[in-house]
């Protein structure tokens, strides 16, 4: 029931976007046809109109508004370029065709359509977001691929040319490519009873060689150090539709707490957008405390990463006692260390008794 209502959605959602990209053609033609310049008014995306939700437990934006009119000059290239952002959109998700944001920035040429560099055109697409209230991946633009997964979880396609196609996610032993084709597949049946997110490859290629899938009854899923959109969407799928709960292993630094931050509660960048965050996922390690309690390797903090550590600490996501703890730890010991750390102790020590006493702790 719950596949069948989630091809339902995708179906729904595909309409609405395509419905919401011609709405959007269609007032800026009323606009010229009236003999007004066009303009377009969305939600500013100002840091000072980005705030903290502690009920979604997800960054939003506040009520501030800007207009983009071809009245004024400077208004005149980004209004232009989102107008063709958004035909190319509807080009895809009607023709029900990918592209990644590289894509873009190239298929902008053989429209005429000049953008100065890459990230003057990624900020266009997330522009066409902010006004659509659709994520990019919603209208068919994608990152490149870089994140994977393991286990056994038991999709179907919805792609075309691949409808009805299932595929057991252990079938690759390098695991599958979290691309748009899984992004938008039905689960059909899983045995697992929990997901690990994984931030390293080569931490995710031991756990599948260690067959922590089948040890830990767990679908692994690899982040690749800061999980694309996709890949959080993905993880959060699995957590509502299959009500299983996830915990994330990263590098025990500031930035491997942020990559967990991320997935448990959004980011800033994606304000303007929902369903991206896992909020009940856990942050099982590596903690700075796991670096004291098992002795690990270290190196030491560098001035960024202590600057970083002053950043979260005053960061409303990080409030709760444990993530208090971890920070204050850090900047106590000043060291950090990655998750291959463990391997001091044996190439299997992660799997052997790291793994099981940090889940038997979350429980």
């Known amino acids: 029931m719950e596949q069948k209502k989630h091809k339902i959605s995708m179906i729904e959602k595909r309409k609405e976007v395509l419905a919401s990209l011609e709405n959007l053609g269609l007032k800026t033609y009323e606009q010229l046809d009236s003999g007004y310049f066009p303009s377009i008014t969305m939600p500013s995306r100002s840091t000072e109109n980005i705030h903290y939700d502690p009920q979604l437990r997800q960054y939003i934006l506040g009520d501030r508004t800007v207009r983009r009119s071809t009245r004024n000059i ?98 690759h032993p390098d695991g599958v490519l979290i691309g748009p084709a899984l992004t938008s597949a039905e689960f059909v049946k899983t045995t697992a009873d929990k997901v690990i997110a994984i931030e390293k490859g080569g931490l995710f290629t031991r756990f599948i060689e260690e067959n922590v899938h089948k040890k830990f009854n767990a679908i692994l899923v690899l982040t690749a150090g800061q999980a694309p959109r996709a890949t959080r969407h993905f993880i959060r799928r699995l957590n509502q539709e299959l009500n299983l709960p996830v915990y994330i292993f990263t590098d ?55 600057k970083r550590l002053y950043e979260l600490q005053k960061d409303p996501r990080y409030k709760d006692p444990l993530w208090q703890r971890e920070i204050k730890t850090f900047m106590k010991i000043k060291k950090k260390a990655e998750q291959e750390a463990f391997s001091r102790y044996g190439l299997t020590y992660i799997v052997d008794e790291y793994l099981p006493e940090k889940l038997e702790a979350e429980k």
């Open 74 to 171: 400077r208004h005149l290239k980004p209004f232009t370029q989102l107008v063709w952002a958004a035909l190319f959109s509807h080009e895809l998700t009607s023709q029900r065709k990918t592209s990644t944001l590289r894509d873009v920035y190239y298929s902008a040429q053989a429209y005429e359509m000049t953008f100065t560099d890459q990230e003057e055109s990624n900020n266009i697409v997330t522009d066409l977001e902010t006004v659509l209230g659709f994520s990019r991946e919603d209208f068919s633009i994608f990152p490149e691929e870089r994140s994977a997964v393991f286990g056994d979880l038991t999709i179907e396609y919805t792609v075309p040319g691949y409808e009805g196609r299932t595929l057991n996610l252990t079938s």
């Open 252 to 306: 025990g630094d500031p930035w491997g707490m942020h990559i967990a931050m991320v997935i448990i509660s959004g980011s800033a960048n994606a304000a303007h957008l929902r369903e991206l965050n896992t909020p009940d996922a856990k942050w099982s390690g590596v903690w700075a405390t796991d670096i004291v309690n098992y002795k690990l390797p270290t190196d030491p903090l560098d001035d960024v990463d202590v």
